[in-house]
């Protein structure tokens, strides 16, 4: 199944417009979209919405997030991923970030898993740069 994204409402929304600038078909939406959570959802929805609408969050929110996502999989719930924006990196490698994610993985491989993005990569972003080791984005994850 083909990755479904959502993105933390503390996200500009000029990230999701980059994103389908890449390719129109990506599944994105941002808090406070249409059919998204509404602009100022606490973390303990958020994650119950992921998990019943399969999509994996991005955000920079690594202040409450850790602890709220602690608590849910403490009861039993599960999320199709989720990956924390690095410090300083500009709307341009996110979305590019994004679309190679969307492009080469499917949703299925991100249950439960934690990364950042940009991921670290040998030499600078573009499309095509190998990863680390394989063009497998996501090979050092931290899981539960």
């Known amino acids: 199944m083909k990755i479904r994204f959502l993105l933390d409402e503390n996200l500009t929304t000029r990230l999701k417009t980059a994103a389908l ?8 939406l941002r808090v406070g ?8 959802t606490l973390d303990p929805d958020i994650l119950r919405y992921l998990e019943l609408s399969q999509r994996l969050l991005i955000t920079d ?11 849910h999989w403490a009861n039993h719930g599960k999320i199709w991923g989720l990956l924390w924006v690095r410090p300083k ?19 299925e491989e991100w249950i439960d898993k934690l990364d950042w993005i940009p991921f670290k990569r040998k030499g600078r972003s573009a499309i095509g740069i190998f990863y680390e080791g394989a063009f497998l984005p996501h090979q050092n994850l931290t899981t539960r």
């Open 89 to 107: 990196t500009s709307i341009g490698e996110l979305a590019e970030e994004l679309f190679l994610i969307w492009e080469t993985t499917e949703a």
């Open 21 to 28: 600038r890449f390719n129109s078909e990506i599944d994105i």
């Open 61 to 71: 929110n690594r202040t409450s997030m850790p602890e709220h996502l602690e608590a």
């Open 33 to 40: 979209d249409l059919n998204a959570p509404q602009l100022g």
